[in-house]
């Protein structure tokens, strides 16, 4: 099993929409929690990170841990065809830090 | 704003050649990494450094090689390259938050 299970996907919803992007782990040692968006064709790019539990909000994007349920979602509001990418969680434990753990990622597609 | 560059972007090349896909960064960060993704697919770590003269074979098996003789620069060689070598190659580097990618390298070898 691995230590990072990110819902599949794929997602498709109309512009405007609240997305809910999901990821649960199960390796209590993880600190901190990091949410990539990643477009065709290009590297990832950092959105969001974040430490231990909480909500961290950046404009329409808001991430939320739950380390007593090892689970973390990234919100997206009002969302718009330019926020279709693929989105991939991180994680990584507090030592030794540097190298993360990535799910495979969610495919979102927002319809006009 | 972050600085990691990756040359060629992409390259084609025969069978047995061998190849170096070049990696730079310009934030000093001390953390490296390489991924290699085939399209569609999941994040592979492949090989990463904690620092110069530090590295480390990631989580999946690589006949690839890697150096760090400077902070900003970590290449990845492939000696002979095959067609299972075929795929996008991602360099990244972190300091204290999360990592920063690169644009990629797209290999075919054929």
């Known amino acids: 099993q691995k230590e990072v299970e990110q819902d599949p996907g794929p997602l498709s919803v109309p512009e405007g929409a609240i997305v809910s992007l999901n990821c649960t782990y199960s390796?209590?040692?993880?600190?901190?929690f990091m949410w990539y968006r990643q477009y065709s064709r290009k590297g990832p790019e950092l959105l969001m990170y974040?430490?231990?539990?909480g909500n961290k909000e950046d404009g329409r994007f808001t991430a939320q841990v739950d380390k007593s349920s090892k689970y973390i979602s990234l919100f997206i509001r009002d969302s718009q065809p330019s926020d279709s990418a693929t989105y991939l969680c991180?994680?990584?434990?507090?030592?030794?830090?540097?190298?993360?753990?990535f799910g495979d990622g969610t495919t979102l597609t927002v319809k006009p | 704003e972050a600085d990691i560059y990756q040359t060629p972007r992409y390259l084609v090349i025969g069978t047995g050649k061998k190849i170096t896909l070049e990696c730079s960064q310009t934030?000093?960060?001390?953390?490296m990494y390489w991924y290699q993704q085939d399209p569609g697919m999941e994040l592979h770590l492949i090989h990463y450094?904690?620092?110069?003269?530090?590295?480390e074979k990631g989580d999946l098996s690589s006949e690839s090689t890697v150096s760090r003789i400077r902070t900003e620069h970590f290449p990845l060689t492939l000696e002979s390259a095959r067609p299972s070598h075929t795929s996008q190659y991602l360099c990244?580097?972190?300091?204290?938050?999360?990592?920063?990618f690169g644009p990629g390298t797209r290999l075919t070898v054929l």
């Open positions: 390796n209590s040692a993880f600190q901190y």
């Open positions: 934030m000093g960060h001390d953390k």
């Open positions: 450094s904690y620092g110069v003269n530090s590295t």
């Open positions: 974040t430490y231990s539990s």
């Open positions: 990244a580097s972190s300091e204290r938050t999360g990592q920063f």
């Open positions: 991180a994680m990584r434990g507090g030592t030794n830090a540097g190298k993360s753990t």
